[in-house]
């Protein structure tokens, strides 16, 4: 079965440094997602896109965050100057139809950012 | 705005007992309604979701969760559990008719099957 890929499994950084999750959504999917669960808290929607552009972002999503969709295959989350409050298990998701319930998320195993 | 509820942080149970997780949802307009699941150092599965219809849906796995609309609730059960089932629950819902899909999720309910 086709898998969202995620890489690295965990990545650490010091205060300040910019890092980029990648991400391989499944070929065929046209929606693509980042979510991220801070230790101990909710999974939190952070961003989805769609058709080269970003279709809805949350509050957390500020100037600091970027995703972009460099080629054919990835899907990248950067983070210019990363925060303690940062350090989260990063997940991506992407769904075919973006519909919601017909066409549900599947999800990567999730990338750990440790901002030290 | 939509908002999901998982009542139990954690449930230990025996093995081949039943078990019941629950999760209450908070919206405005209808919702689709999900249960994933989260094996140790593994991504989101999906394990079931309630669109319309029957309120009561089976997933993978043996699981099945009873959409209750008059409590605002969705919860997961599973007559007999295995120690294989020892995961991370999440409960989550999406907006109807929500063009992209955004997922809101719970806070996760840590199942923890002992022999």
């Known amino acids: 079965e086709p898998e969202v890929t995620q890489t690295p499994s965990h990545q650490v950084t010091q205060m300040g440094q910019e890092v980029i999750l990648r991400c391989v959504p499944i070929s065929n999917h046209l929606y693509f997602y980042w979510y991220r669960q801070i230790l101990g808290q909710k999974v939190e929607f952070l961003v989805s896109?769609?058709?080269?552009?970003?279709?809805?972002k949350s509050e957390i999503f500020d100037d600091q965050f970027s995703v972009e969709r460099p080629d054919g295959s990835n899907f990248t989350l950067k983070i210019r100057s990363t925060k303690l409050e940062d350090s989260a298990m990063y997940f991506c998701a992407s769904s075919e139809q973006g519909d919601g319930g017909n066409s549900p998320l599947h999800f990567g195993n999730g990338t750990r950012l440790t901002v030290t | 705005a939509q908002s999901v509820t998982q009542l139990d942080s954690q449930v230990p149970v025996f093995e081949e007992a039943p078990v019941e997780l629950r999760c209450n949802y908070s919206?405005?307009?209808?919702?689709?309604l999900f249960w994933y699941v989260q094996y140790p150092n593994q991504g989101l599965q999906l394990l079931l979701k309630?669109?319309?219809?029957?309120?009561l849906v089976k997933g993978i796995n043996g699981f099945e969760a009873e959409f209750n609309k008059s409590q605002t609730s969705f919860h997961l059960r599973k007559p007999s559990v295995h120690i294989s089932d020892t995961a991370e629950y999440f409960c989550a819902v999406s907006r109807w008719g929500d063009q992209g899909g955004k997922l809101i999720f719970g806070q996760g309910t840590e199942l923890s099957v002992k022999p």
């Open positions: 896109f769609y058709n080269n552009e970003i279709s809805e």
């Open positions: 919206s405005s307009v209808s919702v689709y």
């Open positions: 309630y669109l319309s219809g029957s309120t």
